[in-house]
């Protein structure tokens, strides 16, 4: 009833150490996205959402040192995967089973030096996979189509 504060936040976590890559997403099917840490290939996943890591949360060993973390529902059930980017090469858990083998998806798609980005860009309920390149310096900026 009172006039809206900015400088009020939800909630603040102490979760992870320095390097590591934030990550949040629905890993536990409840609907509501939870936190975690990606760091040298290990996630750290806050599967009961109160912000501290305990015996109780997942630390799944899913890539090596480099990679960097992704994540989405790839498959539509409606429970996020995991999965890494390394140089162009997407390497996603889309069985569930916390580890790649087989039965996952694994594409190159990208190169070494871009930046993985996930969405539904097609509205069919999956996650689709994207890459963010760094325009080089001396190759011509291309003009925008339409409108924003």
């Known amino acids: 009833t009172g006039q809206m504060r900015s400088d009020l936040i939800d909630h603040v976590f102490n979760y992870g150490a320095p390097g590591d890559w934030p990550v949040a997403g629905g890993f536990n099917g409840s609907g509501i996205d939870t936190i975690g840490v990606f760091r040298d290939g290990k996630w750290h ?3 009961n959402g109160d912000g501290r890591f305990q015996k109780s949360d997942l630390v799944i060993a ?6 960097l973390p992704v994540i989405g529902d790839f498959n ?21 089973d916390r580890q790649i083998d087989d039965g996952d998806m694994v594409v190159n798609f990208g190169s070494a030096g871009d930046l993985p980005i996930v969405g539904d860009w097609n509205g069919d309920g999956r996650d689709d996979l994207g890459v963010y390149q760094e325009a080089k310096t001396d190759a011509p900026v291309p003009e ?4 924003l």
Not at 62 to 67: E, R, T
Not at 77 to 95: A, K, P, S
Not at 144 to 147: K, S, Y
């Open 76 to 96: 539509g059930d409606g429970i996020d995967e995991l999965g890494v980017y390394r140089d162009g090469l997407w390497m996603i858990d889309t069985n569930g």
């Open 62 to 67: 899913l890539g090596q040192k480099g990679d």
């Open 45 to 47: 996943l806050d599967l």
């Open 144 to 147: 925008a189509q339409g409108e």
